[in-house]
């Protein structure tokens, strides 16, 4: 039996194409842990039975009404819009609804991870690193600067490193700083403080 034979190739588009396209959408919008491939096939069929059930019944229409026959291409533009754009629209609804309010009094947020949650709101803050070892880093996390997501390994790059003072604060910029890497296991705890409108490389972070 070849899996190349029409039938077998049309089956596998239909079923898994949509379903395929919904999980990199939603992959690209909230990283998550990795599945194995085989639980993804299984994912991906799931996925384009959801979408076909939800667009029941303007195919039933479509299909029922000689469409095919009497405009071949609002047919055909049909079944693309159903095969690519509406899987993309689904993710786009389904997060929405996650993250609304009224969700999220029974279901737990899409994001697992704070870290995830807040970088990406992309903020602009001044960072306080509190080390393994105590010691204290921190900086400027602005527009050039940039968080890796899950399932990554957390890091953290501060477009400016700064000066701690002695009372803990962030006293000035180093001496033509270039930015700062900081890997999220060597933090025990990160402190953020929102930078104000206006403020520029006079900014101060006190205790």
Same mark, same amino acid.
């Given at each position: 039996?070849? $899996?190349?034979? +029409?039938?077998? @190739?049309?089956?596998?588009?239909?079923?898994? =194409?949509?379903? &395929?396209?919904? #999980?990199?959408?939603?992959?690209?919008?909230?990283?998550?842990?990795?599945?194995?491939?085989?639980?993804?096939?299984?994912?991906?069929?799931?996925?384009?039975?959801?979408?076909?059930?939800?667009?029941?019944?303007?195919?039933?229409?479509?299909?029922?009404?000689?469409?095919?026959?009497?405009?071949?291409?609002?047919?055909? $533009?049909?079944? +693309?819009?159903? @095969?690519?754009?509406?899987?993309?629209?689904? =993710?786009?609804? &389904?997060?929405? #609804?996650?993250?609304?309010?009224?969700?999220?009094?029974?279901?737990?947020?899409?994001?697992?991870?704070?870290?995830?949650?807040?970088?990406?709101k992309r903020?602009?803050?001044?960072?306080?690193?509190?080390?393994?070892?105590?010691?204290?880093?921190?900086?400027?996390?602005?527009?050039?600067?940039?968080?890796?997501?899950?399932?990554?390994?957390?890091?953290?790059?501060?477009?400016?490193?700064?000066?701690?003072?002695?009372?803990?604060?962030?006293?000035?910029?180093?001496?033509?700083?270039?930015?700062?890497?900081i890997c999220?296991?060597?933090?025990?705890?990160?402190?953020?403080?929102?930078?104000?409108?206006?403020?520029?490389?006079?900014g101060q972070?006190?205790?």
């Amino acid at each position: 039996m070849d $899996i190349w034979e +029409v039938n077998k @190739l049309f089956l596998f588009i239909a079923f898994v =194409v949509p379903g &395929f396209i919904s #999980l990199k959408t939603y992959d690209l919008l909230q990283p998550g842990l990795t599945k194995d491939s085989s639980q993804q096939i299984i994912d991906a069929v799931t996925y384009s039975s959801v979408n076909y059930a939800l667009l029941l019944w303007p195919i039933y229409a479509i299909e029922t009404n000689e469409i095919r026959l009497q405009h071949p291409t609002l047919y055909i $533009i049909f079944y +693309v819009f159903s @095969l690519l754009i509406a899987p993309i629209c689904w =993710v786009f609804a &389904f997060l929405r #609804l996650r993250k609304s309010e009224f969700f999220q009094k029974t279901i737990a947020h899409p994001t697992v991870k704070p870290w995830d949650y807040v970088f990406s709101k992309r903020g602009r803050y001044w960072v306080i690193a509190t080390l393994n070892n105590g010691e204290k880093i921190g900086g400027r996390y602005d527009a050039k600067s940039f968080v890796s997501h899950g399932p990554a390994p957390h890091q953290i790059y501060l477009e400016e490193a700064w000066v701690i003072n002695e009372a803990g604060g962030l006293e000035r910029p180093r001496s033509e700083t270039a930015g700062i890497i900081i890997c999220a296991a060597e933090i025990v705890a990160i402190e953020l403080f929102h930078i104000r409108e206006g403020e520029d490389d006079d900014g101060q972070t006190e205790d």
